[in-house]
């Protein structure tokens, strides 16, 4: 593709963003837009807009944290509470919400216990568990708690809370879960925002 393309092409995802951004004060995306953005989009998007622009979350996040503020309280008082503008983030959190993205990590909690999970905090021994469960995907079978968030993990990080919000379980048991998979070597769980730094992958 040559230059004057490839401008075009950018100019073609910044040009009504710029306008909108103009506007609104902030930039935000339909479920349509998300469906066909490329994650070179996002990537271009985001280096474009990086530093001068808070997107609104996408309204199908924005009705999780709607659920995530009933089930859970404390951590969207965590995460919300003393905010200005609920729903406002980064442009640098584009390609959370396109692909393979799994929503908008929640993984920087200060006054409540976090539940993010980085594929590294999957342990030997929950790996060699998972050569069990490939047969069952490949069936399309069942799975257990414990096999489902580990191929979850598997796949790209994810909190407990999209976790359960997807899979429609009941937070108080997931996190009793989770704290055994802790104690039986099978997921490391760190609960504490600074020991998480060093994962992300934002």
């Known amino acids: 593709m040559s230059d ?3 401008k075009n092409d950018l100019n073609k995802l910044t040009t009504p963003k710029e306008k909108q951004l103009e506007t609104d004060g902030f930039i935000k995306f339909t479920y349509t837009e998300l469906q066909k953005m490329t994650r070179k989009d996002t990537q271009d998007l985001e280096k474009h807009f990086h530093g001068r622009a808070l997107m609104e979350l996408p309204l199908e996040e924005i009705e999780f944290f709607k659920w995530l503020k009933e089930n859970d309280p404390p951590v969207w008082d965590d995460l919300w509470k003393n905010v200005d503008e609920p729903y406002r ?3 640098d959190f584009l390609h959370h919400f ?42 399309k079978g069942s799975l257990s708690f414990e ?4 191929i979850e993990i598997a796949r790209g990080s ?36 600074e020991d998480l730094v060093k994962y992300l992958d934002v």
């Open 4 to 6: 004057n393309n490839k």
């Open 158 to 193: 994810i909190d407990l809370w999209h976790f359960c919000y997807r899979y429609k379980l009941p937070l108080s048991i997931a996190k009793k879960k989770i704290e055994i998979m802790h104690r039986e070597d099978l997921l490391v769980h760190l609960r504490d925002r």
């Open 89 to 91: 983030v980064s442009i």
């Open 98 to 139: 396109v692909e393979s993205g799994n929503g908008f990590p929640i993984c920087d909690l200060i006054k409540v216990d976090n539940y993010w999970f980085h594929t590294r905090h999957i342990k030997p021994k929950a790996f060699e568990k998972m050569e069990d469960i490939r047969p069952k995907l490949d069936k």
């Open 147 to 150: 096999e489902g968030i580990l």
